[in-house]
């Protein structure tokens, strides 16, 4: 969905209020989706703390913290203004939760939740007091007692159209913005203060008619606006999608195990991996019995067979100069959609071979990757390189980090919505090329099948940290692939 400014986010609400919307229920709808997010998210019942300002960005949180209470949530309140300093409906709002907690504040306890309703679309320049002092103690609790925060719209302290970061702002594990995102959000700048998003769609509010504030539009990508496809009953293996790989050298086997296996679960009908022949013993005895695996010296094998998509690169190592050219040859050649991943992009940055990036191929670096093959990366930031990539080069663009963004063309840049930094971990790049692979040989346009891969991804981990044996230390790429289908569930 298109981002927008504060401005326009005003004048869109401005627009709904004269055709007749009441601020109060759009605000219990905004409390309503919050309340849900958070259950997604933290299913099991905590303690939540809302720290609260005076404006409509407190009363968010506290008709989320109603749902939550009246579920059986132990819930508290901080908030260091005069009841009679509150706008009318978020004294309300305080009410209909009862003054009590008002008058008996309570601080969060270790593995809290903490709902920051301090500022929102209202807010101007840097946190003054008493929010600057409030904001402080959140930061602190989430530090010392490991609570998770979540911001209602924006984390109070950013500035929502640039995304400039003031002085003690609110840092927030997960910003769950209201109606359209705030284009602000999207900033590098921000990305350690906003961490993961989601959005809470509300029917009265919008982007249609609205300009967008750059350029090249800024794109949220979120689980409502991609559509998942459905398969007709009498589907069979050879229709569900077929894909080839290419991947792993010696030492690198789990590379080509993982990206195969996250192909299998995106929902290909067949996946064939091809590995040299000596180490096809030690790939076959990590890999799943669902994989085809095929030993081979040739990548033309990638041509010979039928295939809907391919993959290629994950754990390739260095290969040496006669395979690189027939890898090369086999990219140049095919009009299968065709993901270059890890080492293939390394090999082409090395031997200069940019003329690859053709129309059919997706290309996924991470930052290292892309200063390799696109060295002008290291003197722009993230999305004018998006911008500048793929008004030079034809291929449909996942430029990898903690907000992966996906461009192609002319098209928006998306900035995927998902992801924890539990992410940061070996593998979780190959589970995210063989999926990209295994949603596009199911007839997911490039750019969408990118744009889905990346938000799994990261929703799967996002799930995995659900689980009591799961934590930011401990969850694995394949701990991503046993959550795809929760994170496929959670599609709308
Ligand atoms: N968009 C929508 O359609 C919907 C919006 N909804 C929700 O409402 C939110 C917007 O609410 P809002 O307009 O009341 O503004 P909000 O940010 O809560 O507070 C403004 C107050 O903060 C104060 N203040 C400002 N800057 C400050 C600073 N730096 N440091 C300290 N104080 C500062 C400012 O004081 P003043 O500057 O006027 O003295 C004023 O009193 C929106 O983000 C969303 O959560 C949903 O309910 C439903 C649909
Ligand atoms: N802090 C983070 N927040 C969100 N996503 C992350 C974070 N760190 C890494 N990721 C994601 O994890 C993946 C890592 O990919 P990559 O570095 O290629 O891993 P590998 O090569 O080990 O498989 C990327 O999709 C990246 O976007
Ligand atoms: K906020």
Request: glycine share 8%.
């Amino acid at each position: 969905m298109l981002s927008v400014t504060c401005q326009q986010m005003q004048d869109i609400e401005a627009a709904s209020f004269k055709q007749g919307h009441k601020p109060e229920s759009l605000m219990e709808q905004a409390g309503a989706g919050i309340a849900k997010t958070i259950l997604h998210y933290f299913p099991n019942k905590r303690n939540a703390v809302a720290y609260l300002g005076r404006g409509h960005n407190a009363g968010d949180a506290l008709v989320a913290l109603r749902i939550l209470r009246d579920l059986g949530w132990q819930v508290g309140i901080r908030c260091e203004n005069a009841l009679h300093e509150l706008a009318p409906l978020t004294r309300r709002k305080l009410r209909e939760l009862g003054d009590d907690f008002y008058y008996n504040q309570k601080r969060p306890e270790k593995d809290s939740i903490i709902l920051d309703g301090l500022l929102g679309i209202g807010a101007k320049g840097p946190l003054r007091e008493p929010l600057a002092l409030l904001a402080g103690e959140m930061n602190h609790h989430r530090v010392q007692g490991r609570s998770n925060t979540i911001a209602m719209d924006i984390p109070s302290g950013i500035n929502g159209d640039t995304g400039e970061v003031y002085d003690g702002a609110v840092i927030a594990d997960l910003t769950i913005t209201i109606a359209i995102p705030k284009t602000g959000l999207l900033s590098q700048n921000a990305v350690n203060h906003v961490g993961s998003l989601a959005l809470v769609p509300l029917e009265a509010l919008t982007p249609e008619n609205i300009q967008p504030s750059q350029p090249r539009p800024l794109h949220l990508t979120t689980r409502h606006s991609i559509k998942r496809k459905r398969r007709s009953f009498d589907t069979h293996k050879g229709q569900a999608g077929r894909v080839g790989i290419w991947a792993g050298s010696e030492g690198m086997l789990g590379a080509a195990s993982l990206c195969a296996e996250a192909a299998i679960r995106s929902g290909a009908g067949l996946v064939t991996l091809f590995t040299p022949p000596t180490l096809y013993a030690a790939l076959a005895s990590i890999t799943p019995r669902e994989i085809i695996i095929t030993p081979s010296i040739n990548p033309q094998d990638l041509l010979k067979s039928r295939f809907d998509a391919l993959v290629i690169g994950p754990g390739l190592g260095s290969p040496v100069a006669s395979l690189a050219e027939k890898l090369f040859a086999v990219i140049q050649e095919t009009e299968l959609p065709c993901v270059l991943d890890a080492d293939m992009l390394n090999l082409i940055a090395r031997e200069k071979r940019l003329d690859l990036f053709r129309k059919n191929t997706i290309l996924t670096p991470h930052p290292g990757e892309m200063a390799r093959i696109y060295p002008a990366s290291e003197h722009f930031s993230r999305v004018p390189t998006a911008d500048n990539f793929t008004s030079e080069y034809s291929s449909t663009l996942l430029y990898k980090g903690a907000r992966t963004l996906v461009a192609w063309e002319a098209s928006p840049i998306y900035h995927n919505s998902t992801g924890t930094p539990a992410m940061a971990t070996a593998g979780q790049g190959d589970v995210l090329s063989g999926l990209i692979g295994g949603l596009c040989a199911q007839g997911y346009p490039n750019l969408e099948a990118a744009r889905l891969a990346a938000w799994l991804c990261g929703e799967a981990c996002q799930l995995a940290l659900r689980e009591s044996h799961i934590t930011e230390e401990t969850l694995t790429a394949s701990d991503t692939i046993a959550h795809l289908a929760q994170a496929f569930d959670a599609l709308t």
